[in-house]
Nanobody, 121 residues
Framework: VQLQASGGGLVQAGGSLRLSCAAS????????MGWFRQAPGKEREFVAG????????VYADSVKGRFIASRDNAKNTVYLQMNSLKPEDTAVYYC???????????????WGQGTLVTVSS
């Protein structure tokens, strides 16, 4: 499956952004999806995961209550709604796919190219 992330940009602290990740190539609904982020000089970290049907989601503690993952299998797209953004949310955000979701980058076989989110204070 090929993944294309989009929707990043520059936003002020307290603002919102919605990231999208469009999939192509194979049956999208076969894949659980994850969102990760990587800030400069830091390791890639888990942000959110969503099950194949979208019925189950899980979040990192740092974004719980602010970010919402969702998916539309008819459109082969997964979303990450990011609210109440903070400067520490600044990072390149990646979407990833695998048959089951996990919390480590190594748990995913397929990756999008990343989209930059910058939150100014």
């Amino acid at each position: 499956v090929q993944l294309q992330a989009s929707g990043g940009g520059l936003v002020q602290a307290g603002g919102s952004l919605r990231l999208s990740c469009a999939a192509s190539g194979r049956t999208f609904s076969k894949y659980a999806m994850g969102w990760f982020r990587q800030a400069p000089g830091k390791e890639r970290e888990f942000v959110a995961g969503i099950s194949r049907t979208g019925g189950s989601t899980v979040y990192a503690d740092s974004v719980k209550g602010r970010f919402i993952a969702s998916r539309d299998n008819a459109k082969n797209t997964v979303y990450l709604q990011m609210n109440s953004l903070k400067p520490e949310d600044t990072a390149v955000y990646y979407c990833a796919a695998d048959e089951t979701y996990g919390f480590r980058p190594m748990d995913y076989d397929y990756w999008g190219q990343g989209t930059l989110v910058t939150v100014s204070s």
